[in-house]
């Protein structure tokens, strides 16, 4: 059975809060550029993070013998200023660990329309 959910902490000022943490350390001239390196580094918990809806796709079945039992999560959310759908693979516990794929989309209709239609 598969759920649908609203995440409430989820927000649409990730990029935002980001970029407000970094000119207080490192000055605005830098911080921009410096959350873009961010973002790219951890882009799988930043789309996580940013997840507005979410719905469980199942297991997802690897070919490593880890213990580790892993699903497959489609979201939807907002990010640096553009919709997204994606795929993420989480643990048990909530944490992601990759992301099979990601599309960006500049309205939140068209976001909602694709997350729906990978239902």
Not at 7 to 14: L, P
Not at 35 to 50: G, K, M, P, Q, S
Request: proline share 1%.
């Amino acid at each position: 059975m598969a759920t649908i959910s609203s995440i409430s902490e989820a927000s649409d000022r990730v990029m935002a809060k980001l970029i407000s943490g970094l000119e207080i350390e490192f000055g605005s001239s830098a911080a921009e550029g410096l959350a873009r390196h961010f973002l790219d580094a951890e882009e799988v918990d930043f789309h996580w993070d940013a997840r507005q809806s979410e719905w469980w796709l199942g297991a997802y079945e690897t070919q490593d013998d880890d213990e580790i039992e892993l699903d497959r999560v489609l979201v939807s959310g907002f990010l640096d200023r553009r919709w997204f759908v994606a795929t993420i693979i989480i643990d048990g516990d909530g944490n992601p660990h990759g992301m099979l794929g990601c599309r960006d989309f500049e309205d939140e209709k068209s976001a909602i329309e694709a997350f729906d239609n990978a239902r």
